[in-house]
């Protein structure tokens, strides 16, 4: 299927980073992501809770939005964009699956039951959303969270840079990034109850 000139026009909204283009993205594409997530996990019969799929689901979006849409920019147009998209987010899914397996093997516990798996850090990357969605999400968080998640997001900063510039421990800014991406899964829900409640209400 080709590449339809609403996709081509959406692509270019987002690389522009024009106001609204993120949420329309997410708005038209999130269905596709949680379809191929249950269908990734079950293909390696992996049961996962619906945190798991919400997680799963903004690491694949962290993943197009990095590096200044890095995913768009490599897209050649010579597939539909929901095709690509569907390519990306089962080799996102393959490989998280696979990394907490591993995880889940390496961690037992004395009476034999595996250990739960500990949040995954965060990848070092340009960016987390547009800057649209990043200071909207920005402007609910506590301070010292704000200034962690501008340093690690928009300005690539290490772990240790972060540390150092903010005088706090390297092993609380893990937590501080997983409860951000706490509020992406959230609006991620959010928006997915009410698309799923507009639906019912329009087939009545």
Known sequence: MALTSVDRQLVQRCLNHEPGAW????DRYLGLLYHVIHYTSHLRSVTLQPEDVEDLAAEILIQVVAKDYAVFRLFEGKSSLATYLTVIARRICVRELARRAASAKAQPLGDGRTAPEPEARPKLEQGLETLEEVQRMLARLPRRTRQVVK???LEGRS????????SIPVN??????????????QRMQARSEGASKAKRSAAK
């Open 172 to 185: 609380t800014i893990g937590p501080i990034l997983s409860r951000a991406k706490q509020h992406l899964r």
């Open 151 to 153: 340093l690690f997001y």
């Open 23 to 26: 949420n329309d993205f997410v």
């Open 159 to 166: 772990y240790e840079e972060i540390s150092t510039e903010l």
